[in-house]
Every structure is written in structure tokens, then in C-alpha cells.
């Protein structure tokens, strides 16, 4: 399943809120307007944010080499 760290600011809309998502991040994930996704959600004030990004950074340049070496 593929993933993308994705940051974005909650917005206000009526007496709920909104997260919008760029066509871009839509079309690298293969989803599109109507499909059901699974959200995880997380403050990014913790000291570990960056390190996060940056490991998912790798996983996905390097998916192919992990996928090999796992085996």
C-alpha cells in the first residue's frame, strides 16, 4: 500500500473541519475524489518529526534494495 507523508494545516469549515489534499499527492497515491483511505494523523511538535520524514524519505527511494535485502 503505498504512503506519503503529506503536512497540512486544519482548516475550519462550518462546525467541522477540513484537511485539503493537492491533485499531485492524489495521483502519487493512486487515489482519487470518492475513494475510501485510512488516515493517521499526528502533531508535528515533537522532536522526532523530522527524523520521521526522513526515514519514510528513505523507505521510498530505497523501497526496491530494502525489498532485497529482506528476503
Do not use: F
Request: aromatic share 2%; charged share 30%; no cysteine.
Amino acid at each position: 500500500m503505498p504512503q506519503k507523508m503529506i503536512k497540512r494545516q486544519i482548516k475550519k469549515v462550518g462546525n467541522g473541519a477540513s484537511i485539503s489534499l493537492h491533485k499531485a499527492d492524489l495521483d502519487d497515491l493512486g487515489v482519487r475524489v470518492g475513494t475510501t483511505v485510512n488516515v493517521t494523523l499526528s502533531t508535528d511538535d515533537d522532536k522526532y518529526a523530522k527524523t520521521r520524514a526522513s526515514a519514510l524519505k528513505m523507505r521510498q527511494r530505497y523501497a526496491k534494495t530494502l525489498k532485497i535485502l529482506g528476503e
